[in-house]
T-cell receptor
Framework: KAGVTQTPRYLIKTRGQQVTLSCSPI?????VSWYQQTPGQGLQFLFE???????NKGNFPGRFSGRQFSNSRSEMNVSTLELGDSALYLC??????????FGPGTRLTVT | QQQVKQSPQSLIVQKGGISIINCAYE??????FPWYQQFPGKGPALLIA?????SEKKEGRFTISFNKSAKQFSLHIMDSQPGDSATYFC??????????????FGKGTLLTVNP
């Protein structure tokens, strides 16, 4: 099976802009989670979707949002970008309880 | 509030040695404890995981030891190899109430195995 894919892999944006990141889960996986990884804060949970519904949300401002489509593919959006949003954004998919498989991430740089 | 504390931050081991990384958690509702391995430029890869009903789980050179009363768990890498050089993350999650898929991670340990 193909792994989790994320596009784009690298992105450079300017403060104030918005960005959309995409994630395609492993075939058959219905849950998609998003994480932010930074050197200072480590890996932090953003939100999780299952069957197009957000089931869990982390402690991030409302500028961070996401959605899931009927084919389980997911997107996350960050509006009004700030310098502190520069990070590696990771998507993980899951089929069975708990086990999550991560994609390679999207490296977002905000200038 | 850091719910999963990981130590050490970095670790240098000689080839063939044993690498030991420790984690402690606070939330007694956690019931799933995975370890992830991450190489530069890659996403974390699930290495091994344990549930609190067992005290030890072994897969190849990797062993998780779990101490429920102390709320601690650790990863042992036997016969460490230079290819094991990576960042290792412990994590924890809760299995009920829709929180199944929210992992709380430790800060990570950068392991370097010298040849």
């Amino acid at each position: 099976k193909a792994g989790v894919t994320q596009t784009p892999r690298y992105l450079i944006k300017t403060r104030g802009q918005q960005v959309t990141l995409s994630c395609s889960p492993i075939s058959g996986h219905r849950s998609v989670s998003w994480y932010q990884q930074t050197p200072g804060q480590g890996l932090q949970f953003l939100f999780e979707y299952f069957s197009e519904t957000q089931r869990n949300k982390g402690n991030f401002p409302g500028r961070f949002s996401g959605r899931q489509f009927s084919n389980s593919r997911s997107e996350m959006n960050v509006s009004t970008l700030e310098l502190g949003d520069s990070a590696l954004y990771l998507c993980a998919s899951s089929q069975t309880l708990h086990e999550q498989y991560f994609g390679p991430g999207t490296r977002l740089t905000v200038t | 509030q850091q719910q999963v504390k990981q130590s050490p931050q970095s670790l240098i081991v000689q080839k063939g040695g044993i690498s030991i990384i420790n984690c402690a958690y606070e939330n007694t509702a956690f019931d799933y404890f995975p370890w992830y391995q991450q190489f530069p430029g890659k996403g974390p890869a699930l290495l091994i995981a344990i549930r609190p009903d067992v005290s030890e789980k072994k897969e190849g050179r990797f062993t998780i030891s779990f101490n429920k009363s102390a709320k601690q768990f650790s990863l042992h890498i036997m016969d460490s190899q230079p290819g094991d050089s990576a960042t290792y993350f412990c994590a924890a999650s809760i299995g009920s109430g829709g929180s199944n898929y929210k992992l709380t991670f430790g800060k990570g340990t950068l392991l370097t195995v010298n040849p």
